[in-house]
């Protein structure tokens, strides 16, 4: 089955600095990749996405890479603000005779200092 | 408000004792699942239903049932509950049944502890 690796699991930053989170995959079949905000107390919120026939998304503050030959994909957020500061996951999904399993990543804990 | 909830929203039990989740969601989505949340571990989705009547198994179903007889709510349901299900639950629902698929939404979470 898909293995999605996330790294790091825990990212300090200043506010107004870059943030960098990246995930690799294993299964080359993966066509969609979500990233999700979760705040304290909260269910994910999906924040951006973007599929296998598209290489770079962006939404304002926001944007994400992919790299299907390498197989690995990152979640880039510039201007860092402390409401940023929350956990991040990255999945990957591949469809299955119709089915949708998705499979997340550990998640990433940013912390942006004021 | 469009929106998944979830009841209750934190709940303590014994091993054994059959409980239920309830999940409902008022945005008319065909697609809805449960995940569980552990710490280091990330989400793992435990069964999902493409439609009313149709339902399958995710990654982690052993110890879990569901049912979906009506388009707008998806219980979880423990029939015994062990401490391995001591977890965060997280419901979710999609708009879309079919590939390609759209934006999860998800509920506000469902604290369990089995003792």
Sequence with gaps: ?114 | EAQVTQNPRYLITVTGKKLTVTCSQNMNHEYMSWYRQDPGLGLRQIYYSMNVEVTDKGDVPEGYKVSRKEKRNFPLILESPSPNQTSLYFCASSPEGQLPLYEQYFGPGTRLTVT
């Design chain 1, 1 to 114: 089955g898909e293995n999605v690796e996330q790294h790091p699991s825990t990212l300090s930053v200043q506010e107004g600095d870059s943030a960098v989170i990246k995930c690799t995959y294993s299964d080359s079949a993966s066509n969609y990749f979500p990233w999700y905000k979760q705040e304290l107390g909260k269910g994910p919120q999906l924040i951006i996405d973007i599929r296998s026939n598209v290489g770079e998304k962006k939404d304002q503050r926001i944007a994400v890479t992919l790299n299907k030959t390498a197989k690995h994909f990152s979640l880039h957020i510039t201007e860092t603000q402390p409401e940023d500061s929350a956990v991040y996951f990255c999945a990957a999904s591949i469809e299955a005779g119709g089915s949708y399993i998705p499979t997340f990543g550990r998640g990433t804990s940013l912390i942006v200092h004021p």
